[in-house]
T-cell receptor, first 116, second 111 residues
Framework: GENVEQHPSTLSVQEGDSAVIKCTYSDSASNYFPWYKQELGKGPQLIIDIRSNVGEKKDQRIAVTLNKTAKHFSLHITETQPEDSAVYFCAASIGAGGTSYGKLTFGQGTILTVHP | KAGVTQTPRYLIKTRGQQVTLSCSPISGHRSVSWYQQTPGQGLQFLFEYFSETQRNKGNFPGRFSGRQFSNSRSEMNVSTLELGDSALYLC??????????FGSGTRLTVV
């Protein structure tokens, strides 16, 4: 089955710096890659996603890049703010069809701390 | 619009008991997935339902089961609870197998 590796496990940055989190996946059939942010006591919140027909997607301070050949994708957060502090999860999915319905395979998470 | 609602938020059960968790998806979403989140194993997929049918199932023992009703609300049941079942159980809904929105979860503690 699919396996997703996420690095680093912890990331500490100063306010205003950029943060980059990287993930690799194993199943070349995966074609959907969402990123979630989870704050204490809450469920994961979808912050950005990308499909395999796109190499890069940006939404204000957040961007995701995808390299299908190398089977890795990354989350980039620019101009970090203290409220960006949370646990971030990457995930991979084959999307709709076959035995993959509804199944996201998650990375182990990155604890991001932004110091004021 | 209202998000995904999970009830109860917290639950304490004794080993050997059974438990039922409830999930109300976003209006119009017909796909509901369930996940177990623990510090050691992370987020693991339990199963997915669409139009009252289970379309996908993760690698969990048969003690874990679920169902979906005609209004897309879903329940999951865990029988013969074990200490290792203590976890945050998350429900997520989507209209098209992408862009899943998660609820805040049910924190289950087995003592």
């Amino acid at each position: 089955g699919e396996n997703v590796e996420q690095h680093p496990s912890t990331l500490s940055v100063q306010e205003g710096d950029s943060a980059v989190i990287k993930c690799t996946y194993s199943d070349s059939a995966s074609n959907y890659f969402p990123w979630y942010k989870q704050e204490l006591g809450k469920g994961p919140q979808l912050i950005i996603d990308i499909r395999s027909n796109v190499g890069e997607k940006k939404d204000q301070r957040i961007a995701v890049t995808l390299n299908k050949t190398a089977k890795h994708f990354s989350l980039h957060i620019t101009e970090t703010q203290p409220e960006d502090s949370a646990v971030y999860f990457c995930a991979a999915s084959i999307g709709a069809g076959g035995t993959s319905y509804g199944k996201l395979t998650f990375g182990q998470g990155t604890i991001l701390t932004v110091h004021p | 619009k209202a998000g995904v609602t999970q009830t109860p938020r917290y639950l304490i059960k004794t080993r050997g008991q059974q438990v039922t968790l409830s999930c109300s998806p976003i209006s119009g979403h017909r796909s509901v997935s369930w996940y177990q989140q623990t510090p050691g194993q992370g987020l693991q997929f339990l199963f997915e339902y669409f139009s009252e049918t289970q379309r996908n199932k993760g690698n969990f023992p048969g003690r874990f089961s679920g169902r979906q009703f005609s209004n897309s609300r879903s329940e999951m049941n865990v029988s013969t609870l074990e200490l290792g079942d203590s976890a945050l159980y998350l429900c997520a809904s989507s209209s098209h197998s992408y862009g899943y929105t998660f609820g805040s979860g049910t924190r289950l503690t087995v003592v």
